[in-house]
């Protein structure tokens, strides 16, 4: 059975990203956004313990870790949907809602789960890795990210939204930083995976590979936008 793998048009609006001009406009279009103030909190309070812990610079390992979490309100937003369903599967109109919702939860969830395993390759060559550290908090963070996402998407949807957009706006923010800080270096190390390839992506460096992940987040923060309006 063959395996499905990244949709196409996402592919393209994530290659186009990598033209600095597009890019300006796309992520314009939802920079200014406000989010209100339960998940603002909840975000925050995300951000700056991951911060602590792994520090404010980004790092192969920090990635992992945000990675590791990332994944999270993809699969919290298709449960829910799937509870909701379950309620309302005589309303056509709010089964295809759900439905579209948890479609696209489980297409954001297999990119997370690219970048995760592929990062984590990158990690263990890269860096230093401790189990507490890098994988069992990671853990924890990702089961309390999961029922905050849950149980905001029934209480309102907008609120599990928003804290996304918050959690993927830090993301993108912090692969920008990695690719400028160290691109040079990044640009000398080839880019080697079997899942990448499994994926349908095949970057030449690992400068290339980290671009395309920035591009995914700054995807993944306006689509919860859009998903609000």
């Known amino acids: 059975m063959e395996l499905r793998r990244g949709d196409?048009?996402?592919e393209k609006l994530n290659q186009s990203l990598n033209d600095p001009h597009v890019l300006k406009v796309y992520?314009?279009?939802?920079?200014?956004?406000?989010?209100?103030?339960l998940p603002h909190i909840l975000g925050c309070t995300l951000v700056w313990c991951g911060n602590t812990v792994y520090g404010k610079e980004p790092s192969y390992l920090k990635f992992r870790a945000v990675e590791v979490i990332a994944r999270v309100p993809y699969h919290s937003w298709s449960s829910a949907a799937f509870t909701l369903?379950?309620?309302?599967?005589?309303?056509?109109?709010?089964?295809m809602r759900l439905s579209a919702v948890a479609k696209y939860a489980r297409l954001a969830q297999d990119?997370?789960?690219?970048?995760?395993?592929?990062?984590?390759?990158l990690a263990k060559k890269e860096e230093r890795t401790g189990i507490a550290k890098h994988i069992f908090i990671p853990m924890v963070f990702a089961f309390f990210y999961f029922w905050w996402s849950y149980f905001l998407y029934l209480i309102n949807p907008r609120y599990s939204y928003e804290l996304n957009?918050?959690?993927?706006?830090?993301?993108?923010?912090?692969?920008?930083?990695?690719?400028?800080?160290?691109?040079?270096?990044?640009?000398?190390?080839?880019?080697h995976s079997d899942f990448l390839k499994w994926y349908g992506r095949h970057p030449h460096t690992q400068y290339?590979?980290?671009?395309?992940?920035?591009n995914d987040e700054i995807i993944h923060r306006n689509a919860s936008i859009h998903e609000i309006r």
């Open 8 to 10: 196409e048009d996402l």
């Open 27 to 37: 992520k314009a279009a939802c920079d200014h956004y406000k989010v209100s103030f």
């Open 85 to 95: 369903l379950t309620l309302f599967y005589s309303n056509e109109k709010k089964a």
């Open 111 to 121: 990119n997370e789960t690219m970048h995760v395993v592929v990062i984590s390759k």
């Open 165 to 191: 957009y918050m959690f993927e706006n830090h993301a993108f923010e912090q692969y920008s930083r990695f690719l400028e800080t160290r691109g040079e270096e990044l640009k000398k190390k080839p880019m």
């Open 208 to 214: 290339d590979f980290f671009l395309s992940v920035r």
